[in-house]
């Protein structure tokens, strides 16, 4: 077995500093990664002050429960990325039932995605590359020539010979376990 790269034995160390209560080990984490969850919360919320309590509601979470972040399933940049832009939405969700929700615009002004957004699109099919490969193979073929080669699920059955209701819950199946993989590495909800 291989020793784990750089970043995960970064990880591994600072979730264990930080479940000894190290506080040093709080402030390295907050100085590598604070500009990141602000920046994402903010883009989601579209308001300073929003993001800065996002930011603190963020690393407080973290100081509170470090062993919720599992070095195994994800970085702890990817975890961080995912926990500001959940708690930024519910910010949002709260916000919109008091006013209007802000206009929609494009995150840098040019109908680009900004840097955070790409990180998490990144990890997130970094995860879906992983769910696959954790697939059955029955499984992972069903959705490949699903959704990497664009085929129905009666053309899958007939692709594979086997009945189309047997390609139709393979397919959910083989969605529903890929779902739950992504959510306990924290990429979706």
């Known amino acids: 077995m291989d020793a784990p790269g750089p970043a995960v034995a970064r990880d591994e160390e600072l979730r264990a500093r930080l479940a000894a209560g190290d506080e040093t080990a709080l402030a390295e984490v907050y100085d590598l990664f604070s500009p990141l969850v602000f920046g994402l919360a903010r883009r989601v919320t579209a308001d300073a002050d929003a993001a800065g309590d996002v930011t603190q509601e963020v690393f407080v979470g973290l100081w509170e429960r470090p062993l919720a972040f599992d ?10 990325a995912t926990l ?25 002004g040019n109908g680009r995605p900004g840097v955070e957004e790409e990180v998490l699109e990144g990890e ?3 995860g879906v590359r992983r769910g696959l490969q954790g697939l059955p193979p029955n499984l992972r073929e069903v959705l490949e ?6 085929l129905t699920y009666r053309e899958v059955a007939a692709r594979l010979g086997i009945p189309e209701g047997t390609a139709k819950s393979r397919i959910r199946s083989a969605l529903a376990r890929l779902a739950r993989e992504l959510e306990s590495e924290g990429l979706t909800s």
């Not at 020539?145 to 664009?150: N, V």
């Open 71 to 80: 070095p195994a399933k994800g970085s702890l940049r990817t975890w961080l």
């Open 84 to 108: 500001a832009h959940r708690r930024a939405v519910d910010w949002v969700r709260r916000e919109s039932r008091h006013r209007r929700p802000p206009p929609v615009t494009a995150p840098d």
């Open 124 to 126: 997130l099919a970094a």
């Open 145 to 150: 020539l699903a959704y990497y080669h664009g």
